[in-house]
């Protein structure tokens, strides 16, 4: 089945403590971006990827890194969590051509205490 | 600054009617405007992908609408059913240099379908 897995769906951890959310898709998509949605804001970007090695800033991404050393996986890191990075995460894949539709895991829901 | 306005916010419906969503949207340069459905707990799922030349597009019991030249979008469900409950994103794509697509999201319609 084509999808993209996010783990772990829930996380709660206390600010400082390095962390990752993994993010795998299996349908050979180049593009792949994380997002975070609070409430009354909508979804915003934080990193993106076009490709293998190469990874862009978003809207959002102070306080993460990323990484894309091969092309199904696409780690969300935060080194050092903060309360303010509490919120629901997706992670995004599709292919590269511009009317291509996103294909979105189902979320990792992050507390940080 | 690119922005996506969606209304209404929340939006309650009788099982079997109709019913219709509006985006307004000043994001440039267009490239496509999708219409995205999002289950409570779950990932967004797409709907629509409508690019400039084109007006309308049908998924099932889902129409949406484009007007380029007043930059509006609307998302017209035909005979709800309670599984059409869930928030409605419209999102924006500008083309971005190098390939791919800058998003804008809306902040969504949440549907509501009761017996």
């Known amino acids: 089945e084509a999808q993209v897995t996010q783990n772990p769906r829930y996380l709660i951890t206390v600010t400082g403590k390095k962390l990752t959310v993994t993010c795998s898709q299996n349908m050979n998509h180049e593009y792949m971006s994380w997002y975070r949605q609070d409430p009354g804001l909508g979804l915003r970007q934080i990193y993106y990827?076009?490709?293998?090695?190469?990874?862009d800033k978003g809207d959002v991404p102070e306080g993460y890194k990323v990484s894309r050393k091969e092309k199904r996986n696409f780690p969300l890191i935060l080194e050092s969590p903060s309360p303010n990075q509490t919120s629901l995460y997706f992670c995004?894949?599709?292919?590269?051509?511009?009317?291509?539709?996103?294909?979105f895991g189902n979320g990792t829901r992050l507390t940080v205490t | 600054k690119n922005q996506v306005e969606q209304s209404p916010q929340s939006l309650i419906i009788l099982e079997g009617k109709n019913c219709t969503l509006q985006c307004n949207y000043t994001v440039s340069p267009f490239s496509n405007l999708r219409w995205y459905k999002q289950d409570t707990g779950r990932g967004p799922v797409s709907l629509t992908i409508m690019t400039f030349s084109e007006n309308t597009k049908s998924n099932g019991r889902y129409t949406a609408t484009l007007d380029a030249d007043t930059k509006q979008s609307s998302l017209h469900i035909t005979a709800s059913q309670l599984s059409d409950s869930a928030s409605y994103i419209c999102v924006v794509s500008a083309g971005a240099s190098g390939g791919g697509n800058k998003l804008t999201f809306g902040t969504g319609t949440q549907l509501k379908v009761e017996l």
């Open positions: 995004a894949s599709s292919f590269r051509d511009r009317d291509s539709p996103l294909h």
């Open positions: 990827s076009m490709n293998v090695e190469v990874t």
